[in-house]
């Protein structure tokens, strides 16, 4: 299985910081991997696919970027409604696999 | 608008069977992968099982093969997951993602139910 790590698990900002979350991957996934954002009670939402390609309606100020193992996620500025868990996801092999997390809190 | 309800989960003795639905609407059921996605409480998502439009190929999670079967109606727009000889590390969320992917290789999750709870205990 291919195992995504991503780092930090938890990260404090303020609101208007720039936030990078970094997700690697234990073998080569090309581009094929997914951002989302998840809030609590709420059900996962997609923000970012082939490693790069901004979801219809998700705003501007999310962006991603890597290829092969290494990716980002990138927040220009952090607004209130962005504190939530954000996940890296593989598509490139069976099983589908999820990094661990990484908590956005409010500094 | 795409919707996505999930029902049928609860409490199940350890070794007992559920069977999850989930009603789509707002799309063509039948033109996407589909998929079941879960967390168990506290912890991260584990992605589960997703079948290809026509039902013709199914893939699992190395913990849930021979136990859990996914299918779907697609003339009822609905998905399901027969759980079988459930475990205590089933306990979980379980959400209905659709895949985006409308060809013959699935890609991402792009719209999701709010998911039915499953808890395995005695």
């Known amino acids: 299985d291919i195992q995504m790590t991503q780092s930090p698990s938890t990260l404090s900002a303020s609101v208007g910081d720039r936030v990078t979350i970094t997700c690697r991957a234990s073998?080569?996934?090309?581009?094929?991997l997914a951002w989302y954002q998840q809030k609590p009670g709420k059900a996962p939402k997609l923000l970012i696919y082939?490693?790069?390609s901004l979801e219809s309606g998700v705003p501007l100020r999310f962006s991603g970027s890597g290829s092969g193992t290494e990716f980002t996620l990138t927040i220009s500025s952090l607004q209130p409604d962005d504190f939530a868990t954000y996940y890296c996801?593989?598509?490139?092999?069976?099983?589908?696999?999820f990094g661990q997390g990484t908590k956005v809190e409010i500094k | 608008e795409v919707q996505l309800v999930e029902s049928g989960g609860g409490l199940v003795q350890p070794g007992g069977s559920l069977r999850l639905s989930c009603a789509a609407s707002?799309?063509?059921?039948?033109?996407?992968?589909m998929n079941w996605v879960r967390q168990a409480p506290g912890k991260g998502l584990e992605w589960v099982a997703n079948?290809?439009?026509?039902?013709?190929?199914?893939y699992y999670v190395d913990s849930v093969k021979g136990r859990f079967t996914i299918s779907r109606d697609n003339a009822k727009n609905s998905l399901y997951l027969q759980m079988n000889s459930l475990r205590a590390d089933d306990t979980a969320v379980y959400y209905c993602?659709?895949?985006?992917?409308?060809?013959?290789?699935?890609?991402?999750?792009?719209?999701w139910g709010q998911g039915t709870v499953v808890t395995v205990s005695s």
């Open positions: 993602a659709r895949d985006m992917s409308s060809g013959a290789w699935p890609l991402v999750f792009d719209y």
């Open positions: 707002g799309f063509t059921c039948s033109s996407y992968w």
């Open positions: 079948i290809k439009q026509d039902g013709s190929e199914k």
């Open positions: 073998q080569s996934i090309n581009s094929w």
């Open positions: 082939d490693a790069s």
């Open positions: 996801q593989q598509y490139k092999n069976y099983p589908r696999t």
